[in-house]
């Protein structure tokens, strides 16, 4: 990341300088989600928040970072998308060519110095440091390099705006005269403890102090509006009604990513699509007299025929003209299929199809629960940053982001809608687990108690969606329920067993309700993969050798019949579960970080997998209690 000035000024029209020092690095599939446009990323140099795409056109335009997955950009509406870029060094120097490189800006802009305490913003009276983007406080004289630290408040609404806490306002809000003419703020402690209430800020112009104790409560701000501000885009909105609240800098709930993502599946994953995709700038443009001809010249320079070429063209004009049904549930769909079949695709010219899967018959002792296993050995998710929600998470399909952000529901990513959204490609492989669909439906049928648990947290999931304002795009069922709480049990059980850290894997959950002629959906996949490389190891997808994976399910249905929180959890009613929206499920059983989860580690129930703790109903693997069968 490199800095760029707050507000457009006369010097951002001039031609770059030759380099500037970086402001630190961060990976590049950080960019999508954690780090993303709009979030607040500390780094060696400060606090900063990457900007938004009008900014990254320039580092961005290179066509070797343009990437293409024809589902996903025709569910979002773009024609392509773009990897954040990668740094230049230029040589026998520290700097960097700052056109390639993802921009950012200082926020917050208040900072305080670490030796006076005094706080403040760039001019007022700290100054801008030679590097560029370190503050430095002068009351210590000028040899004396006191960088400053930014402070640790900010206030944001969820609208998505953010601004710098009202340092002077605070500090006066009790003086009847209001904030001084030339206010000279410093953040003191009493020294008594590491509490809130120990901080205040002084004025030493006017000698006034303002406790931060309460900076925290509920309509700390009075009357104050949102500002409007958004600072990845340098504007603001005038019109926002949302109450802004006082967050720390650092929280998590400071920005919530919105991924879309889809894994790439035949047909887009072919070799021959690649072609298309790689020339399809020229390709469409072309009148359909003039494409016979270029198809066999691109048959003939890639060894190929020119009908599969043909049916690519054909397959992404389908896509982009709508054609296909894209919605989640479609794409989910499809997915699902592809996971459930042989599929080992030719390589043509050298190129290498996307995607490779290989059908096994679960062992002996799983078949009463599982009916089909399929072992990835290639695997490519393509995932777009589309927008970002702040204080709350915002749960939206993927095809109804747009509609999200026109009702401010989510913070878009640039000022005017682009033809391309950042995004990176992943790499890797995975294990394909799917439940017996005949088993699953028994189990639900005979269970009265069961269907009671269930709607107990359907009627959660309805409140808190209700409460926050957003519209779900599917109902808890116990399927969910199910296949969720066992991908997070796999996910700890191959943590354990196999070395991966469980930040180093990630769940693909396909749950669907039978509808008409369409079967049910009742299956996971755990993958792992790399944005910087062409994959992983293998060590994964081995897992999906019979011998291996028995003993390392039977070890997880095991493990979930006996929790280091039990009783406790087991008898968690759900009714009491707040904003969890789960069951019987915390840290010691079934919660995965973030990364690895689709649903924010809700929606999650282990006494589905082993029965309740008052043993009214069973759960799909037995009886809590009754699993020591298992060998």
């Known amino acids: 990341m490199v800095s760029r000035p707050r507000r457009p000024g006369p010097g951002q029209n001039r031609p770059a300088p030759a380099g ?14 954690t780090f993303g446009i709009g979030a607040i990323v500390d780094l060696e140099k400060g606090s900063f928040m990457p900007l938004g795409q009008e900014d990254w056109e320039a580092a961005t335009r290179s066509p070797a970072l343009a990437i293409s997955e024809a589902r996903l950009e025709a569910q979002l509406g773009v024609n392509h998308f773009r990897l954040p870029p990668v740094a230049e060094q230029i040589p026998l120097t520290r700097r960097v060519n700052p056109a390639a490189t993802a921009p950012a800006i200082r926020f917050p802009e208040w900072h305080e110095c670490p030796r006076c305490h005094r706080i403040g913003r760039e001019g007022e009276p700290f100054e801008l440091d030679e590097d560029g983007s370190r503050l430095r406080c002068l009351a210590h004289g000028t040899g004396v390099k006191a960088y400053t630290t930014p402070v640790r408040f900010v206030i944001a609404c969820s609208a998505g705006h953010i601004e710098d806490f009202p340092w002077s306002w605070w500090s006066h809000r009790q003086r009847q005269e209001g904030v001084c003419a030339s206010p000279a703020l410093y953040l003191r402690s009493h020294g008594k403890s590491a509490s809130l209430g120990d901080l205040f800020i002084e004025c030493k112009a006017c000698n006034s102090r303002e406790s931060l104790g309460q900076a925290f409560s509920a309509g700390s701000l009075g009357n104050r509006r ?79 025929d020119p009908g599969p070429l043909a049916a690519a063209i054909r397959a992404k004009r389908g896509f982009a003209s ?31 199809p996307h995607f490779r899967n290989e059908i096994l018959e679960p062992p002996q002792s799983l078949r009463p629960w599982f009916d089909l296993v399929g072992a990835v050995s290639r695997l490519r998710e393509v995932r777009a940053l589309a927008g970002f929600s702040r204080i709350e998470p915002y749960p939206v399909s993927t095809d109804k982001i747009e509609d999200a952000i026109a009702a401010k529901r989510i913070a878009p990513i640039a000022r005017n809608r682009r ?94 309700e039978p509808s008409g002629s369409e079967r049910a959906m009742n ?3 755990i993958y792992t993969g790399s944005p910087d490389s062409d ?3 293998g060590g994964l997808v081995r897992l999906a050798d019979p011998e291996l994976l028995e003993g390392i399910v039977i070890r997880t249905i095991r493990n979930a019949g006996w929790c280091g929180s039990d009783p406790v959890c087991l008898e968690t009613d759900p009714a009491q579960a707040g904003d969890r929206i789960s069951g019987a499920a915390c840290h010691c059983c079934l919660l995965v970080p973030e990364t690895a989860c689709e649903k924010f580690n809700r929606e999650l129930d282990r006494a589905v997998l082993v029965g309740d703790a008052d043993r009214r109903f069973p759960g799909y693997f037995g009886m809590e209690g009754d699993l020591n069968w298992l060998s």
Not at 236 to 242: A, F, G, I, L, Y
């Open 419 to 512: 033809a391309w959204l950042p995004a990176a490609e992943i790499r890797g492989e995975g294990i394909f687990l799917r439940f017996d669909h005949e088993r699953v439906n028994e189990w639900i049928a005979n269970s009265d108690a069961l269907a009671e648990r269930v709607a107990t947290i359907e009627v959660q999931s309805a409140r808190l969606a209700a409460g926050r304002g957003y519209e779900r795009s599917y109902s808890i069922t116990a399927r969910l329920l199910l296949v969720h709480s066992f991908a997070h049990a796999l996910i700890r059980q191959i943590t354990i067993d196999c070395g991966y850290s469980s930040s180093a894997l990630r769940e693909r959950l396909y749950v669907a």
């Open 20 to 33: 500037v020092e970086p402001l630190g690095s961060v990976r590049r599939s950080q960019l999508i989600s």
């Open 322 to 352: 709508g054609q296909e049904d894209l919605s989640d549930l479609a794409t989910r769909a499809d997915e699902y299929a592809a996971l459930s079949a042989e599929r080992n695709d030719p390589v043509v010219a050298g190129i290498v």
């Open 535 to 537: 994959g992983s190891l």
């Open 226 to 304: 949102c500002g409007g501000h958004r600072p990845w885009l340098r504007d603001r909105e005038t019109d926002c009604d949302v109450p802004p609240r006082v967050i720390q800098r650092g929280a998590s709930n400071a920005h919530f990513a919105i991924v879309a993502s889809a894994l790439s599946i035949p047909p887009v994953s072919d070799a021959v699509f690649q072609i298309i995709d790689y020339h399809w700038g020229m390709i469409e443009s072309l009148p359909e007299e003039a494409l016979k001809p270029v198809l066999a010249s691109l048959a003939q320079r890639y060894d190929t």
């Open 523 to 525: 299956g996971v996949l």
